[in-house]
């Protein structure tokens, strides 16, 4: 299991939004170091994390009394507006059956009036969980079993008082029976008391009572005129049944009969006539589309290829009366021109040339003169005629008359369905029978469904009355019964508790060496004395941690220094949580706590690169200073600094350390 990242907002000391991601950069970086100065909200970022993953269950360190509502509303950061109210968002991923998943644990809570509204969801590998939004408390113990969460979540300041006798016997009981199990056979063992406590309490109750002749003999003649009554209602709803069944069928008839003298269609002459109407209304719609076209430019369509003969001739005629006037003004421009030129004795060859050439250019232009002049009308009179007019107006009378055609078929069909409606005088008769029927059977049914219900209730009564009246009969050997299954409860729960102690005894002391040997482990790579102890025992029944020197002697732990005790707290920790075999986070509030340079640096290079896969380390400056920061830089994946800014009314979280 791995933090990916926790989002705060306006929790306690942080005003605002502020986005952390926790996520290791590498297996060989496992740790992510937060630095910052007493008061900046260290201890309120590990709380961040517990309240979003155990909700009133988390074990917060300013909570003290307060309920959880109470509790939530101090959390709210005092500096920002009321309506906002408070939200922890928390994504980690971890591998289920192989596979790896992701969640997003939102929370998120607001004061309204004198309450606390508060609201979360559960969003798994990217879409909304209701389930697991809806029993999220035993969700999270498959991941973070909230009894053994404290072996990951801890606070290196009150970690010492674990080392005492009785603070780590207690850690121990705690870790032990929770990681095997144990605690269920333990609910179980006070349970097994509680039923026995009930069962001898019974006991003293349960004193056999005289039976009461009068009020059985009361009881079964009440039940006999109930079953009297039953048997009434069966026999009148057997008959109303059947009338209805014979109903029934005489309308099934009935609607036969309909159908075939067209009843169904005499129901549907309104529909059918308003129809035709219909059809009928769009065939005059579309004529008068078809008379608008024959008042416009349609006509012409029948004449197109006259038109455009007479547009060509018109073209021609034009063009010869234009040749005509031009071959007038030129014979006398020329004439005047070949009199000139002999007039002032020219060339007489050259004079021929000129006559020829002009001979041959008239004759040219005579040519194009049409023979007959029979249109006499301009070709500006044909304007407006194209060929795309006549093919428009040609398709759009293509398209009505084809829709007509289709409405005429329409309206013949819809005329023949008229004719085919019966007369009302034919079906009348029918269809009165079908209405006195359906009345008739609307009343059956009515009756059938009272009955039903009063045979219901007397049913009901009926199998009280029986109750009842076994129970009056068997109340002696009720009490006699009760009677004995208390004695035998109170003979078999001693023997059940023993079983079950037997069993907690026998799994404790199987696993206890191993546990010994991982504490004891842990305690030599951490502590910088390794002869000072040899062995490590734990006692099965009270869980007392004993520590061995050299000649397996006793060193009571009030021998040990403070540091000392606190690597041995750690070493039990430790220890738990490596006999856990959970891959879960562990994160660590004031991790050095008061110990001195030499324990320090063997928490530096033994403890926390090997604690978990991910390390999460809260710490002053005056813990992990610069040096012991530079110790552990090879094993940095992030760095984060948690500082309080006056003028913004928060702390912030940046990149970098101290």
Known sequence: MIFEELIIHNFGIYKGRHQIALSPKSKNKPIILFGGFNGSGKTSFLDALQLTLYGKFARCSNRGNLGYDDYLRETINRHCPAKEGASLELTF?????????????????????????????????GNIDPVMTEQWY?????????????????DGEKIEALADPEGSADLIRTGITSLLGLDIVDKLSTDLNA???????????????????????????????????????????????????????????????????????????????????????NIDHKESKLRKQAEGFAPLILVEELLWQSLNQADAESRGREIKQFLSKTDQRDSKLIKHLEKNRADPKSIKLLKDKLLVENNTQEKEIPKDFYIDTPAEAFSGLNPECFRESRLENR???????????????????????????????????????????????????????????????????????????????????????????????????TILETFHQAMVKKH?????????????????????????????ESYTLTLLDQQLNPTPSNRLSAGERQILAISILWGLAKASGRPLPAIIDTPLGRLDAKHRQQLIGNYFPKASHQVILLSTDQEID??????????????YHIEYQESLQTSTITEGYF
């Open 399 to 497: 398209l009505v008359n084809e829709e007509l055609a289709v409405l005429e078929e329409q309206r013949i069909n819809a005329e023949r369905n008229l004719s085919a409606v019966p007369e009302e005088a034919t079906i009348a008769d029918i269809q009165q029978q079908l209405s006195k029927r359906a009345t008739t059977l609307m009343q059956e049914q009515a009756k059938h469904s009272i009955l039903e219900d009063q045979l219901s209730r007397i049913k009901r009564q009926s199998e009280q009355a029986e109750i009842k009246l076994g129970n009056l009969k068997l109340s002696d050997n009720k009490n006699n019964f009760a009677a004995e299954l208390d004695r035998n409860i109170i003979e078999n729960v001693d023997s059940v508790k």
């Open 138 to 154: 035993e969700y999270v113990d498959e991941f973070i079993p909230l009894s053994i969460s404290s072996l990951f979540f801890f």
């Open 93 to 125: 991923s971890s591998y289920v059956d192989g596979e790896l998943q992701t969640y997003q644990i939102k929370r998120f809570w607001r004061s309204v009036g004198k309450t606390i509204k508060e609201g979360m969801e559960v969003i798994h590998n």
């Open 195 to 281: 039923l026995l406590r009930t069962g001898i309490n019974s006991s003293k109750k349960n004193k056999t009572k005289p039976r009461d002749q009068a009020a059985t003999i009361k009881q079964e003649t009440e039940l006999q005129e109930l079953k009297n009554r039953k048997k009434g209602l069966s026999t009148n709803l057997a008959s109303t049944s059947t009338a209805i069944d014979n109903y029934s069928k005489e309308i099934k008839n009935l609607k036969s009969s309909y159908r075939s003298a067209g009843g169904e269609l005499f129901d549907q002459r309104e529909a059918m006539t308003s129809k035709l109407s219909g059809i009928e209304a």
């Open 626 to 639: 610069k040096s012991y920061r530079n110790d552990l830089s090879k094993y940095i994946g992030r760095e």
């Open 512 to 540: 206890i060496k191993h546990l010994e040997s991982l504490i004891f482990d842990s305690f030599i790579s951490l502590i910088h004395k390794p002869k000072l102890v040899r062995r490590i025992t734990i006692e099965p």
